[in-house]
């Protein structure tokens, strides 16, 4: 636990490099845009990001849990001996918090203009996951905090809560073509690639579908699961009518989109999204 910082790193640069390296062997889809051009700036928007979370957040969520644990807050620092089975309850708690956290992102209007920088990106691949703006990954953060303190949620857990959101973060963004078979197998269980690019597509059915993280469940369990784009994942067109011009690819244009006044042309496909 002392080197908890350096264990997520390590598993951020880790499956970063295993997931790039199998999309780039066995892609699902051709990249349409220039991959340097939208690396380098999803990689920027990616270091803006963490340095402006270290910066504002001096108490992230592992040491945060070490406060809780200590001062006893939460529900289950009300039970004399929690078993082990509260760690596993816990990473479930956490992951249906994505889940009710991925829902406000699209339906409060305020908040999907921090979130949509994200579903703007014209491609899918794992430096999508990298693709936050600093201030959704404030609020995310601060949305997982109140969930430890409320309840109570044992440090290990959440050690083990967030290495796991690392690894399934990249793992569904990645551009991989699984087997079909063992695809469909996962999805039963766990979110996957093509689970998770239906999110993606530019239609608004398709992008208020599949918000799940970690477990599929939560999307079968609260009717939001869609299993195929209509147009195939081949065919699927990936990101935001509003959105299309290149420039939004741009590091520039990426942090100050939350202020953009999409071009009028788009207020309708906006409209339509926000009273979806």
Do not use: C
């Not at 220039?34 to 690396?39: E, F, H, K, V």
């Not at 079909?180 to 689970?195: H, Q, Y």
């Not at 059915?205 to 009717?223: G, M, T, V």
Request: no cysteine; hydrophobic share 50%; charged share 20%.
């Amino acid at each position: 636990m002392q080197h908890w910082g350096s264990l997520f790193a390590a598993v951020y640069l880790g499956g970063f490099v295993l997931f790039g390296a199998l999309e780039l062997l066995s892609p699902k889809r051709a990249w349409s845009e220039p991959t340097a051009i939208r690396w380098l700036n999803n990689t920027g928007i990616f270091v803006a990001s963490a340095g402006i979370l270290y910066l504002l957040f001096p108490i992230l969520t592992v040491p945060f849990s070490f406060v809780v644990e200590e001062r006893g807050w939460g529900v289950f620092n009300q039970m004399e001996n929690p078993g082990a089975s509260v760690i596993i309850l816990s990473v479930i708690i956490v992951d249906l918090g994505r889940y009710i956290e991925h829902r406000l992102l699209h339906k409060l209007p305020l908040l999907w203009r921090l979130h949509r920088m994200h579903h703007a990106d014209r491609d899918f691949d794992v430096t999508t996951t990298l693709r936050a703006h600093p201030f959704e990954v404030i609020f995310s953060t601060a949305f997982r905090m109140m969930i430890i303190a409320i309840f109570g949620l044992p440090v290990v857990a959440v050690i083990l809560a967030e290495l796991l959101i690392i690894m399934t973060n990249l793992f569904i963004h990645a551009n991989m073509r699984l087997p079909l078979g063992v695809e469909r197998r996962l999805r039963l269980v766990i979110v996957t690639p093509d689970f998770h690019r239906v999110h993606h597509s530019t239609r608004i059915e398709e992008n208020n579908s599949n918000f799940a993280n970690i477990f599929s469940a939560w999307d079968y369990l609260f009717r939001t699961y869609k299993q195929e784009p209509i147009g195939g994942h081949e065919g699927m067109d990936i990101g935001l009518e509003e959105f299309r011009d290149p420039k939004h690819m741009l590091l520039h244009w990426m942090i100050i989109n939350p202020v953009l006044a999409p071009d009028e042309a788009f207020q309708r496909a906006i409209d339509r999204r926000e009273t979806a």
